[in-house]
């Protein structure tokens, strides 16, 4: 068990809508990274915070946004839901992200788009 | 441009049997950064190995071990004697600051099942 705990573990949400993704850190990592995961494909950057900064962004639209918080804990935001967001969203924290260090995922939260 | 190649889909072994899973990787940077993460059909990616752009020594771990080759771009792990619970998806993963973040980049994954 890594410490990095994410919720809600399942979800359905209606195509247009707006979703809250929300994950905790790893105690003493201030480095928070977002990942989707499509059916049958690898994890794909979406971004990164570090000290509550974005500090990286994949290739993700706008309405793909975040945040961070002063415990370093993190929300993945989705506007405007598509049926291709329909996916395993994974939140991965690490100390100093910036620097290559190891990355430690939650369990994901799996997002269905109707 | 940064890329992360697993060629096998799917293997299926017995146990007992060993298997290799084949990672080839692409990057401009000499610092770099490869990993491998095992998923479970519960999701949660779980961290098995990191190596360094400098480390070019085989590390083994119980019944894993990996085959870090610079001169092929290659970052190959042998599971020796398989078992049951070996049954997963293995991904194998990029780190570099080429796009001036340490993202990690994923291949598409090798699902090995191993059958009883």
């Known amino acids: 068990e890594t410490g990095v705990t994410q919720s809600p573990t399942h979800l359905i949400k209606t195509r247009g809508q707006q979703v809250t993704l929300r994950c905790s850190s790893q105690?003493?990592?201030?480095?928070v990274s977002w990942y989707q995961q499509a059916l049958g494909q690898g994890p794909q950057f979406i971004f990164q915070?570090?000290?509550?900064?974005?500090?990286g962004r994949g290739n993700f639209p706008p309405r793909f946004s975040g945040l961070q918080f002063p415990n370093y804990s993190s929300e993945l935001n989705v506007n405007a839901l598509e049926l291709d967001d329909s996916a395993l969203y994974l939140c991965?924290?690490?100390?100093?992200?910036?620097?290559?260090?190891?990355?430690?995922f939650g369990e994901g939260s799996w997002l269905t788009v109707v | 441009a940064q890329k992360v190649t697993q060629a096998q889909t799917e293997i299926s072994v017995v146990e007992k049997e060993d298997v290799t899973l084949d990672c080839v990787y692409e990057?401009?940077?000499?610092?770099?950064?490869l990993f491998w993460y095992k998923q479970p059909p519960s999701g949660e990616l779980v961290f098995l190995i990191r190596?360094?752009?400098?480390?070019?020594q085989n590390e083994i771990s119980g019944r894993y071990s990996w085959n870090f080759q610079k001169s092929t771009s290659s970052f190959n792990f042998t599971i020796t004697a398989s078992q049951v619970v070996d049954s997963a998806v293995y991904f194998c993963?990029?780190?570099?600051?080429?796009?001036?973040?340490?993202?990690?980049?994923f291949g598409t994954g090798t699902r090995l099942k191993v059958l009883a």
């Open positions: 915070y570090y000290r509550e900064e974005e500090n």
């Open positions: 190596r360094n752009s400098f480390d070019e």
């Open positions: 990057t401009r940077d000499t610092t770099y950064y």
């Open positions: 991965a924290s690490s100390f100093e992200g910036f620097s290559g260090n190891t990355i430690y």
């Open positions: 105690s003493g990592h201030n480095t």
């Open positions: 993963a990029l780190s570099d600051a080429t796009s001036g973040t340490y993202k990690y980049i």
